[in-house]
Structures are given as C-alpha cells and as structure tokens.
C-alpha cells in the first residue's frame, strides 16, 4: 500500500479563492461613464430651461442604467474571500469621483436646497425657523428684515414660502454649519454632505468589521448611484442621519443603551423615521434588563424634548410646516396613494 504523499516544501500553499474583479472593473467603468454622461447634460436642467425642453427621459434612463451597473456589481462581484488593496482601491477611488462629478453639477429637478439655505441663514442668525414663514420675513423683527434684505429673491424661490419649515433641529444644525463655512452657498452644504457621507462610509467600515464581513461589501453603499444623486445632486438632507444611526447601531452593539437612545434621538431629528428603530435597537443594547432598556427609552425621550422645544416655540399654527406634513402632506407616495384610493372606492368615501 502506498504511503501518504509527500508534501513538496518547495511549493507555495494554495491560495483561498479570491473575489472576482471582472465585476467591479467593468461596474465600475460604467458607473462613471454613467455618472459623466449626467453630469454633461445637468445644464441643461437649470432653471432657466422650460420643462419642456428638458431631457427629462434621457436623465431617467442613465439614472436607470447606472442602477443596473449598481445591481450587477454588487450581485455578480465578490462572494467570497477577501479583496486585495488594489481592488479596494478601485471601489474607494469610483465612489469618490462619482461624489466629485455629481457635486459639481447643477441639480437635476430639485429646489429643496433653497429651504435649507434659508433655514440655515437663520438659524445660524439666531432665530428661530419655526417662528416665521420666508414669505412673511419682511414683515418680521429687524433680524428678519435684515435677513430677508440680504437673501434677494431666495424666499420667493422657496417650496411653499407660505409654510414655516419642517426640517427638525438637528437638520437645522447641519444647515446653519454649513451657512457659518459660506453663506448661502450649495457648495458649503454639499461640503456638509461630503462631511456625514464620509462619517457614514466610515462607521459602516467598523461595523463590518465587528462582524467580521469583508470590507468588499461597502460597494453597496459606495457606489449606490441613488444615493450619489440624491446627496450630491439634489443635496438632500437625508444623509446627515445615516452617521448618528450607525453610531447607535454601534452603541447598542456594545451595549450603551442610553447613549443608543440619545444618538437615535438626534438622529430622529433630522428625519423621524430613526424612532421606529427604537425598540429593536435597545433590545439589543439592553440585553435582556429592563433598567437598562427603560434608561435607554428616557435618554431617547430627552433628547426628543429638547430637540421639541423650538418647534413648539414657534407655534403650531396652520402655517406650520409641521402641521401641514401631518395634516395633508403627500409627495412621492405612489404605492400609499394607490392604497388610499382604492380604500375609498371600496368605502364610497
């Protein structure tokens, strides 16, 4: 009988199967000449083009085709192994010079960032933006006069210039830092942007690291072309909670419950929908102790008051932006519209 065979000590060990670059290359490669091709016909969006003239059907199928790059990258890429320095060089240094062409061009169908300029300006003057409507700044305190004086026509460019604003405190920090690096500047918000983008990136890192997955899957966040289009391009406010969610993730990993509830109620203040993750959030934190988790639940309860008391100093009259949000606000809801309307058919309502 054969003995067992010999191990040659001049032969390397074989290598773990490595992740399969063909993906990312070519994902990525399309993704910037997508994000390019954006970026060249963004002009021609501006507000001094007519609706009809816009290229609103071409801007939609490269938005489109980006998201099939995405989708093909992220499912057909590394399933296993680790990806070596180059390739997460690759993934880094895309993500980034999609960020790069998409801030540098000029918004695509979106008008928000005029509010937060806005609000920003008074915030950082030390008023408060839940006492009075852009519209009626004129007609306000020397600070508002002032201020309207200084803005030109931005509060008539203004969604609903009628309403007080509906972006929670926490925003309002962001907006006013963003005023303090430059005023009245989409360059210094998008910088603030960048800023928490980064934060997140980062935190995202760390967690999978904690859980012991490849660093390869930050290719879902970092090359998701939504995202790039919604905070580079629109310069939406979204992103500045996306870093506090992740820190309470982490705290509540770590099992901090109440500085997982008071992260989560700052986050909550620049959006709402961070207080939905509440419960699963200290149930993990608390582990088990109800001490802890009700410790948790008042840290969050806290933070929520403080963050309350502008809103309601302000006065939650119909001309609250608040108010309206809760009252009748509906806005990109399909699916909720469909449902609404098909409820009353049923009911004759």
Sequence with gaps: MAGPARRDPHRLPARRPGPRAGPWIAGGAA????QGAVAVLSPRFGPAVPMALRPIGWFVALQAAAGGAYLWAVLAGPRRGEPGPRMLAWMLAVGLAMRLAAGLTAPVLENDFERYLWDGAVTAAGLNPYAVAPAEARDGGPGWRRLAAVAGDLPARI????????YPPTAQAAFALAHLVRPWSLGAWRAVLAAFDLAALGLLALLLRLAGRSPGRLLVYWW??????????SAHV???????????LLLALRGRPAGTGGVLGLAAGVKLWPALLLPAFLRRAAGGRWSAGAAGGLAFAVAAAVLAVPVVAGGLDPSSGLVAYADRWEMNDGPFMLVLWGWRGLLGS
């Excluded at 998701?224 to 391009?233: I, T």
């Excluded at 979204?238 to 309470?248: E, F, G, K, N």
């Design 224 to 233: 998701n072309p939504l995202l790039v289009k919604e905070v580079y391009n």
């Design 159 to 166: 969604n609903h210039p009628d309403l007080k604003t509906v």
């Design 31 to 34: 993704l910037l000449v997508l």
């Design 238 to 248: 979204d992103v500045v909670a996306l870093p506090l969610v992740l820190l309470a």
